[in-house]
């Protein structure tokens, strides 16, 4: 038998973070800090196998693969399907700061019909990654 839902203020979500398996993790980070601006953190095992990167308050866990088939990019499976999309505030400023890193752009500027100015990027792996912002 499931617990009765208390009447008190219920207990609020603080943050999320995506995952993906990477083929190696150091590499994978040191990308998503030199070409989309993520700050590193602390590397886990020996060798390192996971790490949890951050930017602007969002995180993404990187784990790695312990065999190459584990790495599955969501576009291999469904095309044009993401691995993870961030909402921005100003996508035409985070599209130029990434073309001046150098990312890998997927997919340049482009309004959706379903109400985002957005582009796309792939990391190392080819995880496809969407950046949008609501547009009225």
């Avoid at 602007?56 to 999309?85: C, F, H, K, S």
């Amino acid at each position: 038998m499931e617990p009765a839902l208390s009447e008190a203020t219920p207990a609020k979500f603080t943050a999320s973070a995506q995952v993906l398996i990477v083929s190696n993790v150091q590499a994978a980070a040191k990308h998503y800090e030199q070409a989309m601006g993520f700050t590193l953190g602390k590397f886990y095992g020996e060798p390192p196998t996971f790490t949890i990167i951050r930017r602007d308050g969002m995180y993404v866990m990187l784990r790695q693969a312990e065999t190459p088939e584990q790495v599955q990019p969501r576009t291999n499976i469904i095309n044009g399907l993401w691995d993870m999309y961030f909402w921005v505030d100003d996508v035409d400023a985070l599209y130029a700061e990434f073309v001046q890193r150098g990312a890998k752009i997927d997919y340049g500027l482009c309004n959706q019909p379903y109400g985002c100015r957005e582009f796309g990027t792939q990391d190392l792996d080819g995880h496809d990654i969407g950046f949008g912002q609501t547009i009225t």
